[in-house]
């Protein structure tokens, strides 16, 4: 996915189909990055059997006792991200830092946070419960 940002209004100004479905006349920006992101977290890529997973992973990746989380650190991870924890991450972002694989540097999510944040908050949480966000369906 190519992203061509226009950095200075914090915006998006387009984006190149290179791995999901041709985008279709008048498609949000939102859907766009959707359909490119699909591919990759629209489907499972394990050939291993769910109730298989914790023997295959245990076979691979040793863990050290003391490594491990318990229970109640795995809840709190495990518990939906809250609005404020997403504005608090993406306020802690420190701008002017090169872009990432996807293009995007910090200053639009920081210019942006208002519309990105709750956004980000409902595809982290439906993504939580093992779903699929509408957006990526």
Same mark, same amino acid.
């Given at each position: 996915?190519?992203?061509?940002?226009?950095? /200075?209004?914090?915006?998006?100004?387009?984006? +190149?189909? @290179?791995?999901?479905?041709?985008? /279709? =006349?008048?498609?949000?920006?939102?859907?766009?990055?959707? $359909?490119?992101?699909?591919?990759?977290?629209? @489907?499972?890529? =394990?050939?291993?059997?769910?109730?298989?997973?914790?023997?295959?992973?245990?076979?691979?990746? /040793?863990?050290?006792? @003391? /490594?491990?989380? $318990?229970?109640?650190?795995? +809840?709190?991870?495990?518990?939906?991200?809250?609005?404020?924890?997403?504005?608090?991450?993406? $306020?802690?972002?420190?701008?002017?830092?090169?872009?990432?694989?996807?293009?995007?540097?910090? +200053?639009?999510? @920081?210019?942006?946070?208002?519309?990105?944040?709750?956004?980000?908050?409902?595809?982290?949480?439906?993504?939580?419960?093992?779903?699929?966000?509408?957006?990526? =369906?």
């Amino acid at each position: 996915m190519a992203v061509q940002a226009g950095f /200075r209004l914090g915006t998006i100004t387009g984006i +190149d189909c @290179k791995h999901g479905a041709p985008f /279709r =006349s008048g498609m949000s920006t939102a859907d766009k990055l959707a $359909s490119e992101w699909d591919p990759v977290l629209g @489907k499972t890529h =394990s050939t291993v059997e769910k109730a298989d997973m914790e023997n295959e992973f245990d076979k691979f990746v /040793r863990i050290p006792e @003391k /490594r491990k989380l $318990s229970m109640a650190e795995n +809840d709190i991870l495990m518990a939906p991200v809250t609005l404020q924890e997403v504005i608090d991450a993406i $306020s802690a972002l420190n701008r002017h830092k090169s872009a990432g694989p996807d293009g995007i540097n910090n +200053d639009l999510f @920081k210019d942006a946070k208002a519309l990105l944040a709750p956004a980000m908050v409902a595809i982290r949480n439906e993504l939580l419960q093992g779903g699929t966000p509408l957006s990526l =369906s």
